[in-house]
């Protein structure tokens, strides 16, 4: 059978992977089948198909149909389906979009600047210079970046100074917080900090000196943590090929120790939740998604979050450990369970 491709193309813009796409529109086809036949009209792995037939269960696009002879599957109309699917991403994007506009309008309220972020987009970098003021700045030329730095600060009527260093970097000074960029082994490190932590390290250079009788050892300045920039776009597309982040946005990205239950994973594995599911990925190629709108119950205790999903033919539980994320994960799941009614 051969399948229109945009077909395909059209199934993914609402959420469904290339794989479901194809045994959604066989299925369709066929009417009750098999999952061998399924595999054999999809063109699908046959391997697969049972992953993605079940999948497309949970999510809603295909019913299992008792046999005789085993289990049958078949496609739901797409008035049950596709059209939902649409009707659901137009709520989220909307819920997502008033609540997004909301925290902009809280943070815009607010005086103070968080005394340090780390950011693991290089984008953000120019996004922030570019919505702020910065009269001064100095600039290495080996660091990578120097250029696109020196082009936005230009529109700014920034004073910007050429400096020379062990290792490419740059400091860029605003109003009320600074940026410190540092270039190691072809990466960047960007930190934003406020201003008053670079007041306080002034203070404290004229304290050094019985500083360092109390605590010689000390050098005065250590480096906690390091985060080098990592594209959110190359990442989800190593952990999920196929994955369309335009189509479905990315609220979160962490990395937790263990999953358990539905999916299991023993190593710290990538969590992901978009505006209409929750996906793990892990290194050894372990992919597990499931949509959000099929929550019954969220619980968190510190370090835990369970998570209980509907299915045709009960329940499953989840359960994900994270020392940090937990309760970010449980506010969010919550939080995107509730507007993708």
């Known amino acids: 059978m051969q399948i229109d491709n945009k077909l395909i193309d059209g199934l ?7 794989y479901q796409s194809q045994v959604y529109i066989a299925s369709f086809v066929l009417g009750e089948a098999t999952a061998y036949l399924i595999a054999k009209e999809s063109g699908v792995p046959r391997a ?37 699917a649409i009707d659901s991403i137009v ?39 570019k919505e702020n003021e910065f009269p001064e700045a100095w600039i290495d030329d080996n660091l990578e970046i120097s250029k696109d730095l020196r082009d936005v600060l230009s529109t700014k009527k920034c004073k910007v100074h050429s400096i020379a260093s062990d290792e490419p970097l740059a400091l860029i000074l605003g109003k009320t917080e600074a940026l410190f960029i540092k270039g190691t082994n072809g990466s960047q490190t960007m930190i934003r900090f406020s201003n008053r932590l670079l007041q306080e390290l002034l203070e404290l250079t004229k304290k050094l000196p019985a500083l360092e009788e109390r605590a010689k050892s ?22 999920i090929p196929g994955f369309d982040w335009k189509t479905e946005k990315v609220l979160f990205w962490g990395n937790v120790e263990k999953v358990s239950g539905a999916f299991n994973c023993n190593i710290p594995c990538d969590c ?70």
């Open 12 to 18: 993914t813009q609402i959420g469904l992977q290339r």
């Open 48 to 84: 697969k198909v049972y992953s993605v037939l079940d999948s497309l269960v949970e999510l809603g696009f295909i019913m299992k149909v008792p046999a005789e002879k085993g289990m049958l599957f078949k496609a739901l109309p797409p008035e049950d389906t596709i059209d939902n």
């Open 91 to 129: 709520s989220t994007i909307t819920s997502v979009k008033k609540g997004i506009s909301k925290l902009q309008d809280k943070s815009a309220q607010k005086s103070s600047v968080s005394p340090v972020m780390i950011f693991n987009n290089l984008s953000s970098v120019i996004t922030i210079i």
């Open 218 to 239: 000390d050098t005065g300045v250590r480096i906690i943590r390091e985060t080098s920039i990592i594209d959110l776009e190359d990442r989800i597309k190593i952990v």
């Open 272 to 341: 992901f939740i978009t505006d209409s599911r929750i996906l793990f990925g892990s290194d050894d190629g372990k992919v597990w998604a499931r949509a959000v709108k099929f929550v019954q119950n969220v619980s968190y205790k510190k370090g835990s979050v369970k998570l209980i999903f509907s299915r045709v033919d009960g329940t499953e539980e989840l359960a994900i450990a994270s020392s940090f994320y937990a309760n970010i994960i449980a506010n969010l799941i919550a939080y995107v369970f509730k507007n993708s009614k």
